[in-house]
């Protein structure tokens, strides 16, 4: 079981607790914030602030808090300066990893990723050392309601790049100039999806096991946590039987 599917599977699970609601919700804010900022409050003229919007929709994210949000980051209420950041590294066993985040202080946010890549048999590496070994594409979740037959039929002729079962949902893989085309596919023939983002997929995957994958996974869970990360982003591979027993 392999990077992104398999650790978005178990950020699935993970994010049905309450604390990890509370976290999402930081996250969510943060990202409406830099969207507005950056692009507007208008989500008609923004893509980046309406995806942030309907990710944060979807976890049922009061609409007071996404006004504030986005108000934040337009200038008309006070609030922190966050800028984006990409950090790349090796986690045990040398997995790839690539993580997005988004901080007020670079100085503070390096050194406490440098201080997790450590601790879990990892390392903290230069701009470029991983980031080869992913594709950016687009990522959109389907509950399994829908029949796969009916999935392939709207996505597939929409061009969508592949459609994979992955235990509780289905998740259809895109390019990203064909993202927002499978999205509006799938509304216009009333297939709801759940998800929609854009991820970095890897190109191959490594397999790890054992003491190794238990690192792995505990320095994504890491890194998952913090307050700044946005997304984490591996190539590691587990087998299916390993994986549910480390995530038991």
């Known amino acids: 079981m392999s990077g992104h599917s398999k650790w978005a599977t178990i950020k ?21 914030t830099v969207a507005a900022r950056e692009g507007g409050g208008d989500e008609g003229s923004n893509p980046r602030l309406r995806t942030a919007i309907l990710a944060a929709k979807a976890e049922n994210m009061p609409a007071v808090n996404m006004e504030r949000a986005i108000k934040k980051g337009t200038g ?13 590294g090796y986690g045990a066993g040398g997995v790839a990893i690539m993580i997005e985040a988004l901080t007020d202080n670079k100085n503070r946010t390096v050194a406490e990723m440098r201080h997790l890549f450590s601790k879990y048999g990892g390392n903290l590496a230069e701009n470029g050392a991983v980031s080869w070994m992913f594709s950016q594409k687009g990522y959109i ?33 895109t390019a990203l100039q064909d993202f927002d085309r ?11 999806h759940n998800q929609d983002e854009l991820v970095r997929k890897p190109q191959t995957t490594m397999k790890v096991e054992g003491k190794t994958a ?12 913090h307050d700044d990360v946005q997304k984490v982003f591996s190539n590691f591979d587990i087998e299916a039987k390993e994986l549910a027993a480390l995530t038991a």
């Open 12 to 32: 699935r699970k993970k994010g049905k607790n309450d604390a990890a609601r509370g976290k999402l919700f930081t996250k969510l804010i943060r990202e409406i």
């Open 76 to 88: 008309e209420l006070p609030g922190e300066s966050y800028e984006p950041v990409i950090y790349e």
């Open 141 to 173: 979740t389907v509950d399994k309601s829908v029949s796969e037959d009916d999935l392939m039929l709207v996505a597939l002729e929409a061009g969508a790049e592949d459609i994979s079962d992955e235990e509780d949902v289905w998740e259809v893989t």
């Open 182 to 192: 499978v999205k509006k596919a799938l509304g216009e023939a009333g297939i709801r």
């Open 214 to 225: 238990e690192q792995v996974l505990n320095l994504m869970n890491a890194l998952e946590d």
